[in-house]
């Protein structure tokens, strides 16, 4: 069954993600072969239209050749709308991006789903295009230019937490919950300039900061 959380509360930042945590002993064997085990679904991803795989927008995150984007910012600038099921798109396709990454980061040993949340959430809250600024779209690609450089070396950061992470899990089965939790902050974080940058969902500049 299809699980959900709740769109972002008013309070919250426009683009919430989370990952639960696996309270139970991860599989030792296709966490060893992992970035084997991951090719099946990591070609499904690669064929969706336009799609490739970059480390800067969601977990293994689906760039602005596969979302809708320079569309969205036409009708941004030009009608002030923002097509439903653009947004719908969007959200899924991004979803689906991040079910892989987190399985490739070993953070969940469930095969990633095509349309399932499975144990990843992210939400985005419906953009009011009426009250999204005309010409902002145009140039938020290059306004989250610090982000790109934090996420760089957030990712380098990654890299060396993913090995002591394969090596935890493969003598204890268990994903330290330290590690987890930078892993999933900062795939929190790229979502986050993902929504305001290439899906255009708010223009609330994104906050640095890897926690909720």
């Known amino acids: 069954m299809e699980t959900s ?9 426009p683009v919430t993600f989370a990952v639960d945590y696996p309270e139970r002993q991860l599989n ?16 499904v991803l690669e064929l969706l239209p336009g799609s490739s795989i970059d480390h800067y927008g969601s977990s293994v995150a689906i760039t602005a050749g596969s979302i809708v984007f320079v569309p969205t910012v036409l009708m941004l600038l030009f009608r002030k709308k923002y097509p439903r099921w653009w947004f719908d798109w969007n959200l899924e396709l991004t979803r689906f991006g991040n079910r892989v990454g987190v399985y490739l980061f070993m953070m969940d040993d469930e095969y990633p789903s095509t349309d399932e949340m499975q144990a990843v959430h992210l939400d985005y809250r419906t953009p009011d295009a009426e009250r999204l600024e005309r010409g902002l779209p145009l140039v938020k690609w ?24 394969w090596f935890a899990i493969l003598f204890t089965g268990r994903y330290p919950r330290g590690i ?31 926690k909720p």
């Open 5 to 13: 959380i709740s769109a972002p509360s008013p309070n919250q930042y």
């Open 142 to 165: 290059l306004l989250a230019f610090p982000h790109y450089i934090v996420l760089a070396f957030l990712y380098i950061g990654v890299f060396f937490a993913l090995i002591g992470a």
């Open 180 to 210: 987890f939790d930078f892993v999933e902050g900062t795939l929190r974080w790229g979502n986050r300039v993902t929504g305001y940058a290439f899906t255009l969902v708010t223009d609330e500049y994104p906050p640095f900061r890897l």
């Open 28 to 43: 030792r064997l296709t966490t060893f072969f992992r970035i084997f085990t991951v090719i099946p679904i990591a070609i």
